[in-house]
């Protein structure tokens, strides 16, 4: 691949090559270090919060498992369908639930992530999407972080509408607290309600439910931007590089279908049928809200069916 002029081998191959892309990224000053320390301290924590599994309660490690489906609907449900795609309307309780959730996931503020993925959809798999995935798994799922932004994403940004995204209050109250009220809401939270509502070790709280908990989720979502736009299916189509993953899907909660969703990406199911038929707890949780008077206006790609 040809960067700034400079011939680059950035395929799925580049595992094999990490190496030397690092040393490319570093001699050329792109590195985004900020990220990359962050992310060092997570993987670091989430260790730990692997080393302290078998001294926790039963108590902390099922709050744990719970956190990961309510942090999970905070992207599926919020940034993604909802505040990115818009692809239902949702009560302002609910709304305030899904940024409340959408913290405890922390992937940037809800209004930076659906800036992201709005230019990922509109720019896919050129250098103005943000992970772009012809550039290799690595890059698709996390290297795109940890590299200061392309030119053309920074382009692709001003000329992106967010002003949507903006007038909504609880969007904007989140992104202007970032990043520091997710820090504590992702991390030292769990450990606190782990201490105050049943005794456990603070710092079991902190790293098990907190730090593992987190980066698991997190790479539970980047599968979506690399390994769901490697493999897959593509039945509805073919010219797209994303595609329908089962195993993606099951980590995300209804996110791997992802051929239907680049086809149709205003459909609020992500998915072409019921979830008799396709796991999509996502699906669901819309769905319960909307028995709930919580949510309406639930888009459907009902044309593809005719």
Same mark, same amino acid.
């Given at each position: 691949?040809?960067?700034?002029?400079?011939?680059?081998?950035?395929?799925?191959?580049?595992?094999?090559?990490?190496?030397? +892309?690092?040393?490319?990224?570093?001699?050329?000053?792109?590195?985004?270090?900020?990220? =990359?320390?962050?992310?060092?301290?997570?993987? &670091?924590?989430?260790?730990?919060?692997?080393?302290?599994?078998?001294?926790?309660?039963?108590?902390?490690? %099922?709050? &744990?498992? #719970?956190?990961?489906?309510?942090?999970?609907?905070?992207?599926?449900?919020?940034?993604?369908?909802?505040?990115?795609?818009?692809?239902?309307?949702?009560?302002? %309780?609910?709304?305030?639930?899904?940024?409340?959730?959408?913290?405890?996931? $922390?992937?940037?503020?809800?209004?930076?992530?659906? =800036?992201?993925?709005? =230019?990922? /959809?509109?720019? #896919?798999?050129?250098?103005?999407?943000?992970?772009?995935?012809?550039?290799?798994?690595?890059?698709?799922?996390?290297?795109?972080?940890? %590299?200061?932004?392309?030119?053309?994403?920074?382009? &692709?940004?001003?000329?992106?509408?967010?002003?949507?995204?903006?007038?909504?209050?609880?969007?904007?109250?989140?992104?202007?607290?970032?990043?520091?009220?997710?820090?504590?809401?992702?991390?030292?939270?769990?450990?606190?309600?782990?201490?105050?509502?049943?005794?456990?070790?603070?710092?079991?709280? +902190?790293?098990?439910?907190?730090?593992?908990?987190?980066?698991? +989720?997190?790479?539970?979502?980047?599968?979506?931007?690399?390994? #769901? /736009?490697?493999?897959?299916?593509?039945?509805?189509?073919?010219?797209?590089?994303?595609?329908?993953?089962?195993?993606?899907?099951?980590?995300?909660?209804?996110?791997?279908? /992802?051929?239907? /969703?680049?086809? $149709?990406?205003?459909?609020?199911?992500?998915?072409?049928?019921?979830?008799?038929?396709?796991?999509?707890?996502?699906?669901?949780?819309?769905?319960?809200?909307?028995?709930?008077?919580?949510?309406?206006?639930?888009?459907?790609?009902?044309?593809?069916?005719?």
């Amino acid at each position: 691949m040809n960067i700034d002029g400079k011939e680059l081998d950035l395929s799925w191959k580049m595992f094999s090559n990490i190496p030397s +892309v690092i040393h490319y990224h570093f001699k050329e000053g792109n590195m985004n270090w900020p990220y =990359i320390v962050f992310f060092t301290i997570v993987h &670091a924590t989430a260790f730990l919060g692997l080393c302290r599994l078998q001294h926790c309660s039963n108590e902390t490690l %099922l709050f &744990a498992w #719970a956190l990961w489906p309510v942090s999970g609907f905070g992207v599926t449900a919020g940034a993604h369908r909802l505040w990115a795609h818009r692809t239902y309307e949702a009560h302002f %309780l609910f709304r305030l639930w899904l940024m409340l959730s959408n913290s405890i996931a $922390y992937q940037g503020s809800t209004y930076s992530w659906a =800036i992201n993925h709005r =230019i990922h /959809h509109q720019y #896919a798999e050129t250098n103005a999407d943000p992970h772009n995935s012809s550039r290799g798994f690595f890059y698709s799922h996390i290297g795109w972080l940890l %590299l200061k932004k392309h030119p053309d994403r920074l382009e &692709a940004e001003k000329k992106l509408d967010a002003s949507d995204l903006w007038e909504d209050p609880l969007v904007r109250v989140q992104h202007m607290c970032d990043p520091w009220y997710a820090f504590y809401i992702v991390f030292f939270f769990p450990g606190q309600v782990a201490y105050y509502g049943w005794g456990e070790n603070y710092w079991n709280g +902190v790293l098990v439910a907190g730090c593992l908990r987190y980066c698991i +989720v997190l790479h539970c979502t980047f599968l979506v931007n690399s390994a #769901a /736009h490697l493999w897959g299916d593509r039945p509805y189509d073919p010219k797209s590089v994303a595609g329908d993953n089962p195993v993606v899907n099951a980590f995300t909660g209804g996110e791997g279908w /992802h051929n239907w /969703h680049h086809k $149709y990406p205003f459909d609020y199911a992500c998915s072409e049928f019921g979830v008799t038929s396709q796991f999509n707890p996502s699906k669901v949780y819309i769905d319960t809200m909307a028995a709930l008077g919580l949510v309406w206006g639930r888009k459907r790609a009902t044309s593809a069916w005719q």
